[in-house]
């Protein structure tokens, strides 16, 4: 089974810029629907951004525009380009993925353990 590691939350101000990235480990991720999953506390995951395997992308209306994903096979990684951040962005940021097509719902078979994404306002 695939293991995932998110790298690159920090802390940057509104209107920034940062590049999540996640990498894959015990398999490959040409096999994976993968995607992106955010959480605050004391509230719900929710999806961010998917990707299937043929490279086909969905992204949650307050993100569109402003986020991209993509997956990288070759290097057994998946991305999330984030832009113009708003302090509603803040959240902790989970890379997820099934040999299923999920989409931006929360029912992935594996996941990452996050990493965080604090925007200041």
């Known amino acids: 089974q695939v293991q995932l590691v998110e790298s690159g939350g920090c802390s940057v101000q509104a209107g920034g810029s940062l590049k999540l990235s996640c990498a894959a480990s015990?398999?490959?991720?040409?096999?994976?629907?993968m995607g992106w999953v955010r959480q605050t506390p004391g509230k719900e995951r929710k999806g961010v951004a998917a990707i299937d395997r043929d490279g086909s992308a969905t992204y949650r209306y307050s993100v569109e525009g402003r986020f991209t994903i993509s997956k990288d096979n070759a290097k057994n990684s998946l991305y999330l380009q984030m832009n113009s951040l708003k302090p509603e962005d803040t959240a902790m940021y989970y890379c997820?993925?099934?040999?299923?097509?999920?989409?931006?719902?929360?029912?992935?078979?594996?996941w990452g353990q996050g990493t965080q994404v604090t925007v200041s306002s």
């Open positions: 997820a993925a099934d040999l299923l097509p999920i989409g931006l719902s929360r029912g992935y078979a594996y």
């Open positions: 015990g398999d490959t991720t040409s096999r994976y629907c």
